[in-house]
């Protein structure tokens, strides 16, 4: 079956811009999950869905970071006025129920120039 | 911020040979997971072991976990060229709905 898809693969913006990244889970995945990637790192944790309900954007590191999944399925990350630490690779994840381990798509590599 | 800390930051060794990579968390935990990291495949899934476990096997893979010293390690028999990638331990913290926080990484070059 298809795994977690993130799209687009690749994005440059401009200091200032709006983006919107894109995150499609495994059918039948409960739990959704951002995250940041910098390079040389390991992934940061975003925020967490269950469903539709966002439960937990401890992460999102400033008010200009917005998640949403409003049928509990496709989840949008967006991220207003991009500054330059935005630069990053951005990471969802995906899991069923009852299981620990997540299932990660290929990420979206941001760069703000 | 990162939960983990992995050492080495790098490691890289001959075909055939054992890579040995350790990871270091701050807070008690339910299970800490490894995952690996290559430019081909993504982020991947490899082993999950849980607090009351010691020692996990799975192939090539052996996961050991010390709770008093809050630390694991994770060994990789027989190392092949396709092992290059990076290594991360992830955490999820006691009593916590499974959000994970994974360590700094190690950088496992393997060569042929």
């Known amino acids: 079956g298809a795994g977690v898809s993130q799209s687009p693969r690749y994005k440059v913006a401009k200091r200032g811009q709006d983006v919107a990244l894109r995150c499609d889970p495994i059918s039948g995945h409960v739990s959704l999950f951002w995250y940041q990637q910098a390079l040389g790192q390991g992934p940061e944790f975003l925020t967490y869905?269950?469903?539709?309900?966002?439960?937990?954007k401890s992460g999102l590191p400033s008010d200009r970071f917005f998640a949403e999944r409003p049928e509990g399925s496709v989840s949008t990350l967006k991220i207003q006025r991009t500054q330059q630490e935005d630069s990053a690779v951005y990471l969802c994840?995906?899991?069923?129920?009852?299981?620990?381990?997540?299932?990660f798509g290929p990420g979206t590599r941001l760069t703000v120039t | 911020s990162q939960q983990g800390e992995e050492d080495p930051q790098a490691l890289s060794i001959q075909e055939g040979e054992n890579a040995t990579m350790n990871c270091s968390y701050k807070t008690s935990i339910n299970n800490l997971q490894w995952y690996r990291q290559n430019s081909g495949r993504g982020l991947v899934h490899l082993i999950l072991i849980r607090s009351n476990e010691r020692e996990k096997h799975s192939g090539r893979l052996r996961v050991t976990l010390d709770t008093s010293k809050k630390s694991s390690s994770l060994l990789i028999t027989a190392s092949r060229a396709a092992d290059t990638a990076s290594y991360f331990c992830?955490?999820?913290?006691?009593?916590?709905?499974?959000?994970?926080?994974f360590g700094t990484g190690t950088k496992l070059q393997v060569i042929p």
């Open positions: 869905f269950q469903n539709e309900a966002q439960l937990d």
């Open positions: 994840a995906s899991k069923p129920p009852g299981v620990y381990e997540q299932y």
């Open positions: 992830a955490t999820d913290a006691a009593g916590g709905y499974q959000k994970v926080t």
